[in-house]
């Protein structure tokens, strides 16, 4: 793990963020991601140098469409995003998991409330 990667795990795992479970370095198909939410299919990319060549912006831009068919949002950010702007990314990844985390949590129907058998002779 790259420190950002690091320093951003310690802050969301142990259900720290909207009591939401998240995996680190979690295998999805050929694709490893960094952060993956199962509950909110919410993955978070922690985007260091590599990421920013030519060939690294089609890589992630194929990623990205490949997780979005498979109903996984991505939302990434860089290095020093992760190590200058903290709060405004942990702020990000609650928003992010409660929109999804309400999404993906069907309503329950209410459960009926149990009928009195008739009384023989009413």
């Not at 795990?9 to 694709?31: D, H, M, P």
Request: hydrophobic share 30%; net charge negative.
């Amino acid at each position: 793990m790259t420190p950002a990667e690091y320093l951003l795990w310690q802050l969301i795992r142990s259900r720290q963020r909207c009591n939401a479970k998240f995996r680190r370095q979690y295998v999805e198909g050929t694709y490893l991601l960094d952060l993956y939410c199962p509950a909110a299919k919410l993955c978070v990319e922690c985007d260091g140098l590599p990421h920013f060549t030519p060939e690294g912006i089609e890589k992630d831009r194929i990623r990205t469409e490949w997780f979005n068919e498979q109903g996984i949002e991505v939302i990434r950010f860089t290095s020093q995003e992760i190590e200058n702007d903290t709060q405004d990314v942990l702020q990000e990844i609650d928003q992010a998991l409660k929109r999804l985390l309400k999404q993906w949590s069907a309503p329950h129907p209410p459960t009926p409330s149990p009928r009195r058998t008739e009384e023989k002779g009413s």
